[in-house]
């Protein structure tokens, strides 16, 4: 028996909505002992902290959006979509390594994805509940400051989908020369250091 047209379309909606809630929730779990998905305390206290006033000094209007107010930029808007070049994605807010060109892929979704972290401890993770279901949102470990989600719907090896906004980072490719923000974090943090330590 053929069904109404209609009556599938009504169907397919607890299907959508299924496969929203089981891509989006927590616990997320990755193929990858290297990365450890929980959520990250709420009253953790982060090592570079900054006013609101020191944040829109340093910010244009649409990133303080993005990172502080924890906006999205439309799909396919950003710079960083269609980058394909080799070198490090940083932390617009700090200048913290968070991705690694390696990691990135064409999700085809309209914002930079990426498979990982360049390491683990380089993102924290939180419960949104800003729509109507569950969401894992990922910040840079060292301020907080807002990047995108993550989802259970990557490729191998980890089967995640870090989608990051673009006004989040700062990309430096291969043999370029960093900005400022980058070259401060890597002297006082080092480098390679994805978790600064509070003094």
């Known amino acids: 028996m053929r069904l109404p047209f209609h009556y599938i379309n009504t169907m397919k909606l607890p299907v959508i909505l299924a496969a929203v809630f089981t891509f989006t929730s927590f616990p997320i779990m990755a193929n990858d002992d290297t990365i450890k998905i929980e959520p990250t305390p709420k009253n953790k206290v982060y090592a570079i902290q900054r006013s609101t006033d020191e944040w829109k000094k340093m910010l244009t209007s649409f990133e303080y959006n993005i990172l ?5 930029e439309h799909a396919f808007s950003g710079a960083l979509d269609k980058e394909k070049r080799k070198g490090i994605y940083y932390s617009r807010a700090t200048g913290q390594p968070l991705f ?16 990982r972290p360049i ?13 109507f279901y569950v969401r894992t949102e990922v910040t840079d470990s060292s301020s907080g400051a807002h990047l995108g ?10 089967r995640l989908r870090y989608c990051v906004n673009s006004a989040s ?4 490719a291969k043999g370029e020369e960093p900005p400022q923000i980058v070259k401060d974090y890597a002297e006082e943090y080092g480098a390679s250091s994805p978790i600064p330590k509070k003094s």
């Open 100 to 115: 690694s060109s390696d990691h990135k892929y064409d999700s085809r979704t309209g914002w930079p994805s990426f498979w």
């Open 149 to 158: 989600h993550v989802f259970k719907d990557g490729p191998n090896p980890t």
């Open 68 to 72: 502080i107010d924890k906006g999205t």
């Open 169 to 172: 980072l700062i990309f430096v």
């Open 119 to 131: 390491e683990g401890e380089a993102i924290d993770y939180y419960s949104d509940n800003g729509l």
